[in-house]
């Protein structure tokens, strides 16, 4: 049965292409208000007014076709029909026409009493509470079938004879018959133990090449001083120091390690290896794309505020290699071999050769996250870190944001590997509070 989505001003900056997908036969409607409301965000120079942009010269290329207020198709099927804001006959009494959440909300319900299968789609949980209360379906845009327990891990448990598991030890490869290990990822980790004995247990990693379980990468003097605290931290270690894969995303709640085993991981590799022509750590300026000013200062003390986490982080790092020959942070950033920044002017850049941390991941639209990976040249390896419960953005969700959709999307790609950090390892304190509060 065909039936009309009602689109609120939200759901187009957080995807101006949104109005391409919600199948060939049926309508999409945009109220007049959300134009209105996206001319106020199109001189902004953050993702928002890019967005809103982006959206007008869509529909100004449709313009074309027909009018759009009577109805227009677009090339990915479909009709899309922009008009003036209906009103519902009686339901209306009860909720203010001022408001333009209201006024989308009424459009829906009065296209629903001229008989319409009708569904708003919008990002504000307000407003779908307030469409169940006047009986209008409404939905949240994005993945609607996922809950954040259901995110790929990037590791399980497989289970083998015991002659199996002793073969993999002796010669450090356990073949792997097809269909073995059901919708095995490349680069998946397991946690290879002997049947009913999960004591008795390897860790490895799927070789999509190699079409087995290969061990896991291992540094005897540790990664820039740090050690694996844990099986999922050995994981992620692999992953950061493995040369074949070019994508590593590391989601976890705060404690579990994910930025300082990155930067660890990054300063042995571009530094300590040589492997790369330099350590790009960056972060999201929320908003992204926001300018940094209003505060006094050069450039360096303007980013002060927003880099402290990872100055932190180095701090703790060359605290490890005190007594060593080696240079601080500082004086790395000097020389140009360390760079930290914001991601406010990555748009148009080509980043080759360098080893790149992106922390705070889940404050990314997946359109965001999109234009970072795609700045990668030849040899850059990147590095997404983040807790998708932790999410700033007003128009993000656990499982809409940027850092999940790389997960989920690029999870069966030979040059990505992903792990999920579930054990806090920065104080017992911190533990406790993540767990509780």
């Not at 209105?36 to 007014?49: I, T, V």
Request: proline share 4%; charged share 30%.
């Amino acid at each position: 049965m065909k039936k009309t989505f009602v689109l609120d001003t939200n759901v187009l900056l957080f995807d101006p292409l949104a109005i391409q997908k919600f199948g060939e036969e049926n309508t999409v409607y945009i109220p007049l208000i959300c134009v209105e409301e996206l001319d106020r965000f199109k001189k902004d120079q953050n993702e928002n007014g890019r967005n809103a942009r982006y959206f007008s010269r869509v529909v100004d290329d449709l313009r074309s076709k027909g009018s759009l207020s009577k109805g227009v198709e677009m090339e990915t099927g479909g009709t899309l029909i922009i008009a003036q804001n209906l009103k519902a006959k009686d339901s209306c009494e009860t909720i203010d026409l001022t408001i333009n959440d209201n006024l989308i909300l009424a459009t829906a319900l009065g296209l629903q009493q001229e008989g319409e299968e009708v569904t708003l789609i919008t990002k504000d949980i307000n407003l779908r509470l307030k469409s169940d209360i006047l009986d209008v379906q409404a939905e949240d845009y994005g993945n609607k079938d996922t809950n954040l327990d259901e995110l790929f891990s990037g590791q399980r448990l497989f289970e083998v004879s015991v002659e199996r598991l002793r073969s993999f030890e002796q010669e450090r490869f356990l073949e792997l018959e097809e269909g073995e290990v059901e919708d095995i990822c490349p680069n998946e980790y397991l946690i290879v133990c002997e049947k009913d004995n999960d004591r008795h247990r390897l860790l490895g990693r799927y070789s999509d090449k190699k079409k087995g379980i290969v061990p896991l990468i291992k540094m005897r003097e540790g990664v820039w001083g740090i050690y694996p605290k844990n099986i999922e931290q050995q994981f992620a270690i692999d992953a950061l120091l493995n040369d074949e894969v070019k994508l590593v995303s590391l989601v976890g709640k705060a404690g579990t390690g994910k930025t300082l085993l990155a930067i660890a991981a990054g300063l042995e590799m571009a530094i300590g290896e040589d492997k790369y022509s330099r350590l790009l750590v960056s972060r999201p300026v929320q908003p992204m794309g926001k300018d940094i000013g209003f505060l006094p200062g050069d450039i360096n003390d303007k980013l002060g505020p927003w880099m402290q986490p990872i100055f932190d982080n180095m701090d703790f790092l060359f605290g490890q290699k005190r007594g060593e020959n080696t240079n601080t942070w500082e004086e790395l950033i000097e020389q140009g071999v360390l760079h930290v920044e914001p991601l406010t002017y990555i748009r148009g850049r080509s980043i080759p050769g360098q080893y790149m941390i992106v922390d705070e991941a889940q404050n990314l639209s997946p359109h965001e996250v999109k234009t970072i990976i795609t700045r990668a040249g030849d040899g850059t390896k990147i590095i997404l870190t983040g807790d998708c419960e932790q999410i700033d953005s007003p128009y993000l969700d656990s499982v809409n944001n940027g850092l999940a959709y790389v997960v989920e999307r690029m999870k069966g790609e030979p040059i990505v590997a992903h792990t999920l950090l579930r054990t806090g390892e920065r104080s017992p304190l911190s533990e406790v509070a993540s767990k509780l509060l």
